[in-house]
T-cell receptor, first 116, second 115 residues
Framework: GENVEQHPSTLSVQEGDSAVIKCTYSDSASNYFPWYKQELGKRPQLIIDIRSNVGEKKDQRIAVTLNKTAKHFSLHITETQPEDSAVYFCAASIPMFSGGYNKLIFGAGTRLAVHP | DTGVSQNPRHKITKRGQNVTFRCDPISEHNRLYWYRQTLGQGPEFLTYFQNEAQLEKSRLLSDRFSAERPKGSFSTLEIQRTEQGDSAMYLC?????????????FGPGTRLTVL
């Protein structure tokens, strides 16, 4: 079935520490894996994404790794800052009828708190 | 603002009433998605439009829900005979139809409260 599991559900770190959030997906046809950050009362904002033809992607303090064999992907935030505090969602694409386009299946989210 | 917009931002209604929400996607995007998000959960896919055609509907979308995108631009989501379980944030997202362009951009959502 279509399922994305995300762990942990909450994560508390000290400013400057690293944070890692892990997700697993079930559909082997998934080929696109975005990460969204959602602050309280605001829209989900894309922070990084990765496609299945690469194993790692980095953008400044944020990196994502993908293991297609194990169906795992992870978000790594280094040198965390208080403004990183938010809920983070992973997602995996699921091809829809006749292909060519995808819907996203989201994890349940990780509430990250970065303490000064 | 050239991002996805949604109206209204908040809607409070009584059980049994009908409600309609509007989504205006990014202007050049031909793909439009509706999601529902409940507290403490990730967004759940409801339906997908490519231009004016509704190509996919989730099993979550009961027959009380209907969505349209009549001219391939804005979309509406209507819920008839609302129930308390319909209370949620309804999010709209859009993406480009360009090959390989999967990125979905979300609107601010409409928060529905059914009393």
């Amino acid at each position: 079935g279509e399922n994305v599991e995300q762990h942990p559900s909450t994560l508390s770190v000290q400013e400057g520490d690293s944070a890692v959030i892990k997700c697993t997906y079930s559909d082997s046809a998934s080929n696109y894996f975005p990460w969204y950050k959602q602050e309280l009362g605001k829209r989900p904002q894309l922070i990084i994404d990765i496609r299945s033809n690469v194993g790692e992607k980095k953008d400044q303090r944020i990196a994502v790794t993908l293991n297609k064999t194990a169906k795992h992907f992870s978000l790594h935030i280094t040198e965390t800052q208080p403004e990183d505090s938010a809920v983070y969602f992973c997602a995996a694409s699921i091809p829809m009828f006749s292909g060519g386009y995808n819907k996203l299946i989201f994890g349940a989210g990780t509430r990250l708190a970065v303490h000064p | 603002d050239t991002g996805v917009s949604q109206n209204p931002r908040h809607k409070i209604t009584k059980r049994g009433q009908n409600v309609t929400f509007r989504c205006d996607p990014i202007s050049e995007h031909n793909r439009l998605y509706w999601y529902r998000q409940t507290l403490g959960q990730g967004p759940e896919f409801l339906t997908y439009f490519q231009n004016e055609a509704q190509l996919e509907k989730s099993r979550l979308l009961s027959d009380r829900f209907s969505a349209e995108r009549p001219k391939g631009s804005f979309s509406t989501l209507e819920i008839q005979r609302t129930e308390q379980g319909d209370s949620a944030m309804y999010l709209c997202a859009s993406s480009s139809g360009l090959a390989g362009a999967n990125t979905q951009y979300f609107g601010p959502g409409t928060r529905l409260t059914v009393l």
